[in-house]
């Protein structure tokens, strides 16, 4: 499996949802970096399972066991290993459907590629379960980028047709973060926090579940940092974005939009601010060339809907191929969005440490 990562820090995860537990070791951290527990615990939380109706019943703590690397309160600099247990396993709920494959979710694929070996329960080294050891090797970068005045943002850009606006250059800071951060439906225009929790539970009433877009700004970027061509902070962020189970799309600055404007709109002309430059606009998302031209960098990321829904639906048993139909039960997020935040900002923390972790 790709499960390591990395050139400077290396990742390597490891662990199945249904499994004895998951975890992360994280190679090529430097020594003596104090680690504030409490701040990654808090991060952990936000991702975690079983809070409310909003997300899945499965209740994990998600209590982290420090294994290396880790010694009175600093890092050492020896890889940085952790452990969750597994605690709140439903492995029946998967026995009824061994050998069917959920639409949408990784089961005919994974069933495929290894050759039916694969843990199916819960959907294995496939869940979305693996983003918990990611978010502490997310929180443990974003510490060390905080000392290099690098802070790290989300809010949510949309859930399904529900739309916020986009970051502007006030939101852009510490402060706005860390209120976005306490949040559990972090948008920027607040009114728009009952309506999306009521369009989820909607959808979940009806045994459905809604994706939607995050929003994700890195602020504090010094200019000149990407390795282009194929090691370009895009290259670098969106294959990480793309690594987060049922992120289906990834786009920087203006992104798509940036095709509907004339040239003249779409460049970001550049001033001085003081001894700084800057852009006027942002629609290139802080990089050109795949290197940072020191502005924010700005991306969104699309999670599609949830795939297991207890709908009807129609699919085939993976061993007789034969079509079949069936209602997924068991207990699944409505919407992923609120809990993947957090992600994306690991994920954005763990690239941007990557670049400037130079051996
Ligand atoms: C935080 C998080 C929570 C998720 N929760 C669920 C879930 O409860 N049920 C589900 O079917 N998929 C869930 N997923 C998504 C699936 O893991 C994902 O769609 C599946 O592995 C297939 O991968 P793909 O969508 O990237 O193709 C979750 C993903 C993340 C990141
Ligand atoms: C356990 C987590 O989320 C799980 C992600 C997930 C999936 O298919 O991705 C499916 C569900 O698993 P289960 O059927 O075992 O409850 C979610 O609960 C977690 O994020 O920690």
Known sequence: MGSTWGKNIKLSLFGESHGAGIGITIDGLPAGVELDLDLIK??????????????????????????SGYFNGYTTGAPLSILIRNRDQQSRDYSQIKN???????????YKRYDGYNDYRGGGHFSGRLTAPVVFAGAVAKQILKQKG????????????????????KDLNMEVFKKLSEK?????????????????????????????????????????????????IESQLAGLMYSIPAVKGVEFGAGFGITDLFGSEANDDIYMDGEQVKTITNNN????????????????????????ISKA???????TNEETEFKIVGRHDPCIVPRALVVVEAMAAIGILDFLMVS
């Open 100 to 110: 069917i494959a959920r639409p949408a979710h990784a089961d005919y694929t994974g």
């Open 42 to 67: 808090f991060e952990m939380q936000r991702r975690a399972t079983g809070k409310n109706e909003l997300t899945t019943a499965r209740k994990e703590a998600d209590t982290f066991e420090i294994l």
């Open 285 to 308: 998302g802080g990089v050109l060339g795949g290197i940072t031209n020191g502005m924010p960098i700005n991306f969104k990321v699309a999670i599609k809907p949830t795939p297991s």
């Open 150 to 169: 690098i802070h790290i943002g989300t809010h949510i850009k949309s859930i399904k047709d529900l739309k916020d606006r986009d970051f502007c250059e």
């Open 313 to 319: 639906q129609k699919t085939i048993n993976m061993k």
């Open 184 to 232: 559990q439906l972090p948008f920027l225009d607040e009114t728009l926090e009952s309506l999306s929790r009521e369009k989820i539970l909607q959808a979940k009433s009806r045994c459905d579940s809604l994706g939607g877009v995050i929003e994700c700004s890195i602020i504090g970027m010094k200019p000149g940092i990407g390795n282009p061509f194929f090691n370009s």
